[in-house]
């Protein structure tokens, strides 16, 4: 394993604590998604760079990246509207 | 043929009850005909069984019934000797609660409810009985638990609610050391049936502590329905309950079963021989001895008569398991003929409490004064019952008293005789009083002047005869056996039948 | 119809229930125990009747139980007449009646039983019922003379219920009284001994005896002092062999604690205002005499030694004489008494003192033997002494009655025609009987001798002359109070039991304190659930990553 | 196997076509389809038990790239219980007219639900059920918010943290995958060695799995999630949903995990599992309101499930496993059960707190006493499934005398369920203050509520077969 690939995971995983760090501090229904998904960014960075780790591409990863980040998207937009609906029940 | 009836008729004895029970809460209020039906029909067909049973068991006859259940412990009902005497106790003072509670509940709401669950607690209880191991004992223990809840709180008044949370806190406790204590015993040695002379003697060397241990908390959670020292609190509680509930459970279903799994315990699964390695029973005779004692002069110092009746409950039910941990033959024929004993007594004195509440509101012993004027035949039959249980003979009480007595002397245990002089004493003094408010005191209102009392035309219609007639036959019943004692059919021959079963070489 | 032993109970209580019917059979009661003189006569076989308790067996088998069936009967059936007549207008009649006809029961079989269980199943029966005898009449007197004898009725009970256990358990199991004779412990002795001492009320175990008579109907009075004290006596002769270790070594103390009862009796008794309450401590003080009977019986143990005799014929003549006494009492105070009446009241009072010709001089006769014979008879002139006592008692207790004449207003008249008659026919009593059984007439010629006869009446006639000097002084005193200690002792018991400091376990749970901490830790968690989850989640990774 | 397949496609295609359709009596359609998928898993059941496990490769592809689906005896039982539960859920929602506002929504997600749920089941692969999980979730959150505007708080902090544990999930399958280059079960329990980044991994993948089973102490949001939903829904999250994690979670450990980690990750799941009874049960017991106090009994419950799972691995015994998985399927009866009889009866009185139970055997007998026979099978009350399982939890403790002290564990537990149950039960035979007569009104849907008490009730009787296929399977 190179050392830009060890940045790259180190990177990952910095990202995914970040996004933790977010999600733990932030009261904000928005905000705490926005973290969410960095820290989905963070892993999706990790599996890219895992599938980078041998001199053949490892097409399972990416088609589990693509898979994830349905399932992220999807998730996002069904949790803004759940964010935006509770968000008018305060007001 | 006849094996099939060997095998059916366990369990159509706990049926026979089961199944009006539950077609009963299908019943509206308005039903009241089609329910007495089907209690009455339940109650004599069970007699008939049970009766069939008795003539069966005692030519030698094996009753048995079983499904599979867990691994290695089978439910089995099956009849033997011992169970015999508990069933029989069951049904017929089942019988006179049934009638009884009929007239007493008479045009009170939620009677389906009562007696659904009032049929299901006696099958509980004979299946109790009837229960071939320790896991089907436990089953069925538990369900007794479950089964008589709705009877403690039926009221639903904030006091009967009280109360019946202080019964659960106590039973399921119980309840759940019973468990702890059957399946320690099945990690231990495995559940087979229950046989005379236990069948732990194989593993008391390589188990010591397991088996101590099982049976502390054994005896621990059967001593909450046993109403042990320690753990009988629940029981002057429970006295909130309608008094033919309270007549079942003080004299046949709750205290009866724990006590009964006493027995169970020491003689079909430790086995007398088991239990004088190990030495446990030393500290259950002390306990027993120690609520005896207590509980008499607990109910001393009440002044309600339920409460007077309950405390007495606690002490007398000691009597069988004193005699149970005496661990000798003698003093086995005493506790078993006490079970049987204390139950003719103390339901009578239950029903008479309750025919005094029910027809003069009577619930303090000070409103007793003179109530013999007024209410004679039942205060003939809470004279039967109080002076049996103080062991006046030739009142059934006396007989108890008798085989426990020389049987504490039989195992060397003369110290014990002195405790049931100090009860006898005890309940003398707790119970003689009421009887001299009864019949001597001056009635603080004349009967003739108290206009819901006024004195009836005939002696026999003082209250319902539904109260009336089910108290006066317990009465009867408590004093035949007393008397008759030495007849083939007493629960004394039958008690000396399954000591010489158990204590068989 | 046959008759045989196991109706004699059976009919009392047959009687009992055709009352509860129709009252009116109360007055025929007086016939229920008179089946027993047939018997008596006829002697038919024991019978076993293994039906029933342990052991139950019933029968005569020697003269006591013989005697003491005799006098039962014959107390019982006169006293019912007696009573049938005095409880005529009693509101609580029905009630008495049945304790009466119970207690009679009892008595009667306790008197045929051949067994213990038997024996002791009579005794309770008795003694309980006569509950309702002791406390029948209204009013406080009756109910603290009643607690304090069922407090002591229930103590006796229990300690024969363990001296009866303890008994069967040294005998090895063994039911009949003829297989008792192995030696007894001491301690089942002391509390056979305490049990039936309870109930025979000889010093120190008297002490509802004086409290109970005064309070009784006149009936209930005379067949306690007549029949139930002597079930006490039978009871300790029955259950306690004579002739082994621990009752030859009990012998001398059971004897000087007769001797000293009989004379502190009738110093207590002197001092009492009372006619019923002196005559009821001349029961306590005869019962010594039948006390130190059985106490020499125990050093002998001999079978047919004239003890048992003398201990049979002891009883009947003190039943016979000191009824006859109660019955005059209840006659003095409720009706007018002529000359003649009082005369007949001094009969058996004289017979009690030991009058020649009298039944009284026949056992005294008896027991002057007796007691020459044994060890004791350095005591044989305190027995002359006795009988001075004995005499002066029964003076007091006869002007006591002669007192009582004045509180009765005239228009009172005479006593009912039947009670007189059965009244009559006690009182007569002790000089008929002499004539009738064998043992006294084989007495009566002895005692004519004129050594003999001053022997027997220097007693009275110092008694008299005492008497006489006497009543002059009145005596008026305070010891009263100290002699009913038992009513002091019964009512400080009945406290010490109610008030009995024993703590009931409850247990509960103080969840107040905590259910403001709880619900801040509530508050603060739906708030802020996903900062604590998220936070939690990294922690326990983080630990466990460390942990491992 | 192919049975299986029809249990899990037909909820997915009945849910298609009342999505699509909207035919006039969809409740018919969702009946018959959980008839049918119900079917389906008995014979999966059957087929099971008649020629032992077996699995499918999807669209023919070779074992490390295969998405594989296994069908054990223990997942077959799985999709039998999801199949009975949905059904009766189902058909409590057509009957009982409280349910009425919610149908048109509530159809389609629940079936969505149902075939996520036995995808899961069938699934032997990693990311297979990172994605059913993910349905699951998402389904489950939806449903959530049926019930307004109320319970959107709730569903929000649901979704958050179910979004932020599946990216912890899915962050340890990432490394797993990078350690051994495989996502399937069978493959990496061959593979697998203890060294850090496996550990780490697994950790990640607990986490996330603990999250999502709402494991002591990561249940926070289950309380208040499940009691604001809507009753049947409550019913399904309860009884199923956060079952699913702890499949996974069982079998990564007792198959994936090697025992050098697997050994002391016990212990600490076995501890948390007690933290889980006591705290779970203690707020049962304290909370007013009536839901409330079913969902805390949940994360109680699911206590014994974890301390079945720890001791499992702890003491390396397979004979619990057979105990942990009748503790969620009886337990999963029961819940069904009381949510459906709580719901019934909150819905009734229109009061959440649990003194509004006053007078309830006459006005709704039927489902408390669905409550009480439910309860006694959560106590371990003889003879019930959740007996059976307590007994079959309890033995091994109770051979080894340093085992005792979890026994207590269990004593104390149990205390605790036998008094929330019974503070409800006892709410019910209070003489109420008005005087209130049975309504025939909701009759059905008690007595739907009272099936589920009744099956759990009946596992005892068959508790001979149950645990000859739980045998079966560790043979």
Known sequence: MTLSLQLFLATGGILWLTGLYGLWRNSDPIRRIISLNIMGSGVFLVMVTLARRETSTDPVLHALVVTGLVVAVSATAFALRLAVASQQEKR | MMTDIQTILPVAIVLSSLIPGLLIFSLKESQHRLRITLNLAGVFSKLLLVGWMLHGVSQGQQFSFSITFLPGADLILQGDALSLQFVALSSVLWLATTIYAIGYLEGSAFRSRFFGYFSLCVSATVGLALAGNLVTFLVFYELLTLATFPLVVHRGTDAAIRAGKVYLAYTVSGGVLVLMGVALLHALAGTPDFIPGGYLSPVVDQHQAGLTLAFVLMVLGLGVKAALLPVHGWLPQAMVAPAPVSALLHAVAVVKAGAFGIIRLVYDVYGIETLSILQLTQGLMILAAATIIYGSIRALQQTEIKKRLAYSTVSQVSYITLGVAMLGPIAAIGALVHLVHQGLMKITLFFCAGNFAETLNIHHIREMNGLGQRMPLTMAAFTVGALGMIGVPPIAGFISKWYLGLGALETGQPWILWVFVGSGLLNAAYFLPLLYRGWFAKPAVEWAAHPQARRPASVWNETHWMLLWPTLFTALLAIVTGILAGSDFSPLAWAQLIVAREFAP | MMLDWWHIPLIPLLFWLLMMRWPSVSNWIWLAPLPGLFLLWHGPANIELPMLWPGAALGIDSPVNHYFLLLSIVLWSIASLFASVKQRNDVHRLRFWSFWLWSMTGNLLLVIALDPASFYVGFTLMSLAAYGLVAHQPGPLPRQAGRLYLQLAVLGEMLIYAGLILRVHETGGLLSFSDWQQPIGWLTAVCLLTGFGLKAGFWPLHLWLPLAHPVAPTAASAVLSGAMLKAGILGIWQFIPADTPTTVALGPVVFFIGLFGAFYAVVAGLLQQQAKTVLAFSSVSQMGYLLMIIAMFWMTGDATSSLIILLAMYGLHHAVAKAALFMGAGLASSRRLSPWHWGLMTLPALALAGLPLTTGASVKYLFKDAVSDSMFALSLPLLSIGSMATALLLIRALLLMKQSQQNISKNAGAPEAVALSSWLVLSLAPIVIPLMVDEFRHQLTQTMQLQALTGLLWPIILATVIAAIVSRLSLKTSFKAKLFAGRWLSLRLRYCLIHFPVPEWVIRLKLDGWRKVERSINKFSSVGTLPITIGLTFLMMLSWTMLF | ?475
Not at chain 4, 309 to 333: P, R, S, T
Not at chain 4, 340 to 369: C, D, H, Y
Request: charged fraction near 10%.
């Open chain 4, 1 to 475: 196997m192919n049975a299986a397949l029809v249990s899990m496609v037909v909820p997915f295609f009945a849910a298609m076509l009342v999505l699509m359709w909207r035919p006039r009596q969809q409740s018919w359609l969702v009946i018959v389809a959980s008839i049918v998928s119900l079917l389906a898993a008995v014979m999966a059941l059957l087929s099971v038990i008649d020629s032992g496990p077996q699995s499918l490769n999807l669209g023919g592809w070779e074992s490390p790239l295969a998405i594989r689906f296994q069908l054990m005896p223990v997942n077959a039982l799985l999709i039998v219980t999801t199949a009975v539960i949905h059904l009766i859920v189902v058909c409590f929602a057509a009957s009982s007219h409280h349910c009425q506002p919610i149908k048109q929504a509530f159809w389609p997600l629940a079936l969505l639900l149902h075939g996520s749920l036995v995808a899961l089941w069938l699934s032997m692969d990693l990311f297979n059920w990172y994605v059913t999980l993910e349905l699951l979730g998402l389904a489950a959150v939806a449903l959530v918010t049926l019930a307004g505007q109320k319970a959107l708080r709730a569903a929000l902090d649901y979704l958050l943290l179910s979004l932020f544990a599946s990216l912890t999930y899915l962050l340890g399958v990432v490394m797993l995958y990078g350690q051994y280059g495989t996502l399937d079960i069978a493959l990496l329990a061959t593979l697998t060695e203890a060294d850090r980044v496996t550990q780490t991994a697994l950790l990640l993948i607990s986490a996330g799995l603990m999250l999502k089973a709402a494991l002591w102490p990561l249940h926070l949001w289950l309380p208040a999630a499940h009691s604001s939903a809507p009753t049947p829904v409550s019913a399904l999250l309860s009884a199923l949903v956060v079952k699913a994690p702890l499949f996974i979670l069982w079998l990564l450990w007792s198959r994936v995990a090697p025992s050098e980690l697997a050994v002391p990750m016990g212990f600490w799941l076995a501890l948390l599992g007690g933290g889980a009874l006591l705290i779970g049960g203690w707020s049962a017991c304290r909370t007013p309101h009536l839901k409330t106090l079913v969902a805390y009994s949940t994360v109680a419950q699911l206590g014994y499930g974890l301390l079945a799972l720890g001791l499992l691995l702890h003491w390396q015994l397979n004979d619990l496993q057979a105990a942990l998985w009748l503790f969620v399927v009886a337990h999963a009866m029961a819940k069904t059960s009381m949510f459906l009889a709580a719901g019934e009866i909150q819905a009734a009185t229109g009061k959440k707190r649990l003194n509004s139970l006053r007078g309830m055997t006459l006005t709704m007998p039927v489902a408390l006493f669905a409550f009480a026979v439910a309860g006694g099978s959560l106590i371990g009350l003889p003879p019930s499934g959740g007996f059976i399982a307590k007994w079959l939890l309890i033995q091994p403790m109770l051979i080894e005398p340093a085992y005792w002290p979890w026994a207590l564990l269990v004593i104390i537990a149990t205390l605790l369920s036998a008094a929330y149950v019974f503070r409800v039960v006892s709410q019910g035979f209070r003489q109420s203050s008005v005087s209130a007569t049975a309504s025939e009104h909701g009759k059905s849907a008690q007595w739907l509520a009272l099936l589920p008490a009744i099956l759990v009730w009946l596992m005892a009787l068959f508790s001979e077969p149950l645990l000859q296929l739980m045998d079966v399977f560790s043979a």
